[in-house]
């Protein structure tokens, strides 16, 4: 069973270069999510989408895009990084907000910005 | 603001029972989640608690009292593989799950 994968795993840019990051999940849900966890800090929600075609702005959005063009992917695009956007980011996937339902999530893509 | 508590570490002895303990002040409460997570791997879901009480899954369980904004999770007869962090989030008002730091679980032999 995949459920959530994300690609690449690991990277590492320099300052100022641009990556996308991409999640997809056959779980066929509707709501995902792009987390970032840094260390001593819970998850933080950059950007979810509630639908296709939907994105919406979480927590933590500035240096981040999204889009959600098909309902089994989640891209998240860094256009200009920067050396405090090193993390792990984790995508999640949910059947709906119902309080109830739980998040899946997929592995993790460590990024390292030089 | 919103703000969840949970103790950074913790150590027990495998075979003992330890109780992690969560607090929180959020705009609003639909519900509690408690998640496991692995060093170096994804969050994995364990339990949901939105009415008070406690709920038992096997080895866990995990008790909520929505008038004190507090939450733990139990775990008994402790494995070597239950090191790991463990993490509460609550979802709040708007329906956005809202994260504690996560509590480092360390099991000694």
């Known amino acids: 069973n995949a459920g959530v994968t994300q690609t690449p795993k690991f990277r590492v840019l320099k300052t100022g270069q641009s990556m996308t990051l991409l999640c997809a999940q056959d779980?066929?849900?509707?709501?995902m999510y792009w987390y970032r966890q840094d260390p001593g800090m819970g998850l933080r929600l950059i950007h979810y989408?509630?639908?296709?075609?939907?994105?919406a702005k979480g927590e933590v959005p500035d240096g981040y895009n999204v889009s959600r063009l098909k309902k089994q992917n989640f891209l998240l695009g860094l256009e200009s990084a920067a050396p405090s956007q090193t993390s792990v980011y984790f995508c999640?996937?949910?059947?709906?907000?119902?309080?109830?339902?739980?998040?899946?999530f997929g592995d993790g893509t460590r990024l390292s910005i030089l | 603001g919103q703000n969840i508590d949970q103790p950074t570490e913790m150590t027990a002895t495998e075979g003992a029972i330890v109780q992690i303990n969560c607090t929180y002040q959020?705009?609003?409460?639909?519900?509690l989640f408690w998640y496991q997570q692995h060093a170096g791997e994804a969050p994995t879901f364990l339990s949901y608690?939105?009415l008070d009480g406690l709920e038992e899954k096997g080895r866990f369980s995990s008790f909520l009292s929505r008038s004190k904004g507090y939450s733990y999770l139990l775990l008994k007869e402790l494995q070597m593989k239950d090191s790991a962090s463990y993490l509460c989030?609550?979802?709040?008002?708007?329906?956005?799950?809202?994260w504690g730091a996560g509590t480092k679980l360390i099991i000694k032999p």
């Open positions: 999640a996937s949910s059947a709906g907000t119902e309080a109830y339902q739980p998040q899946h």
């Open positions: 779980m066929n849900h509707e709501y």
């Open positions: 989408s509630v639908g296709e075609g939907t994105t």
């Open positions: 959020t705009s609003g409460f639909n519900g």
């Open positions: 608690n939105v």
């Open positions: 989030a609550v979802t709040d008002s708007n329906y956005q799950l809202i």
